[in-house]
């Protein structure tokens, strides 16, 4: 017998992302349900959080090209400086970049699959002018 042949679908099973993950990626427009933001000190212990549950119609788009948009409104208003670019850096990480900000920020996809999509994201922040720590957010949405 050819053993060749065998190896064909171990190839095929290799490179599948996953149960109902997209083909495409999170490439699509994405309905944002949820934001949790929680604040850390600087050794990385949570001192507060909660969960904001985002107004009807809010939602991320994130094209082909690389572009994206977020809407917080039923009706996106690019003029907020909510869109810019995007790039994939790995499978588990994309970065966000917004002409209107000073710098880009780079995403940690915690969940993708077919009908949900979460991303997290942490930005150092200075708590009372004196402690350093930093904030997450992370983004929840589905399709």
Not at 37 to 48: I, L, P
Not at 52 to 75: M, N
Not at 77 to 103: E, H, Q, Y
């Amino acid at each position: 017998m050819n053993t060749r042949y065998l190896w064909i679908p171990l190839i095929l099973a290799a490179c599948h992302k996953g149960p109902g993950t997209p083909p495409h990626g999170f490439v699509g427009k994405w309905n944002l349900i949820a934001v949790h933001v929680a604040a850390y000190d600087s050794t990385g212990v949570e001192t507060s959080s909660y969960t904001y549950t985002t107004p009807p119609g809010s939602y991320f788009e994130f094209d082909a090209q690389g572009r994206w948009v977020e809407s917080l409104y039923p009706v996106a208003d690019t003029s907020l400086g909510l869109s810019g670019t995007w790039s994939k850096v790995t499978d588990s990480t994309f970065v966000l970049t917004n002409p209107m900000a000073s710098s880009s920020v780079v995403c940690s996809i915690d969940t993708l699959n077919s009908s949900t999509f979460a991303f997290s994201e942490t930005r150092p922040a200075l708590f009372n002018g004196t402690r350093h720590g930093y904030i997450g957010y992370t983004f929840e949405l589905i399709q």
